[in-house]
């Protein structure tokens, strides 16, 4: 996954996460990439400096604001992810079956609702590249 620092024509800035930079302008070509500020379509890359993981540097962190905002407050961190855990619970456990059934919703062929499952990393990055926003969630005891 790479974090690629986003601006819309109205001068939004926000971050999107991709598998790629190829996903990136695969999406963005597709109109598939939309500012969450406005709804816009018309996004932009910003220049940002690449973050390079190697044998001796740390692992990075799990979320990187953007230069120009603030840090982030761990107890607002907390609070993401124990809504993030929350919304996994409440939502329909498709098990294994998760990639197809994503792929269903997202075209269509299938009522939108909110599933988790189980599926690889190679799996993920597929979705991703389709354009179907998949969000990996640790384990949870109450999710079993």
């Known amino acids: 996954m790479i974090v690629i620092d986003l601006c819309c024509n109205l001068n939004h800035r926000f971050e999107g996460w991709f598998a790629s930079a190829a996903a990136f302008d ?7 990439i939309s500012c969450p500020v406005c709804g816009n379509t018309e996004v932009r890359r910003l220049p940002s400096a690449p973050y390079v993981q190697t044998k001796t540097s740390p692992a990075p962190s799990v979320a990187r604001p953007s230069s120009s905002a603030p840090a982030a407050d761990p107890n607002q961190l907390a609070l993401i992810a124990a809504s993030i855990r929350q919304m996994a619970r409440n939502a329909e456990d498709v098990g294994d079956d998760f990639p197809t059934e994503a792929r269903r919703i997202h075209r269509g062929e299938r009522e939108a609702r909110n599933i988790r499952g189980a599926a690889s990393g190679d799996e993920l990055s597929e979705l991703i590249d389709e354009g179907i926003m998949v969000l990996p969630v640790p384990p949870d005891e109450d999710l079993h």
């Open 26 to 32: 695969r999406q963005r070509d597709q109109g598939l």
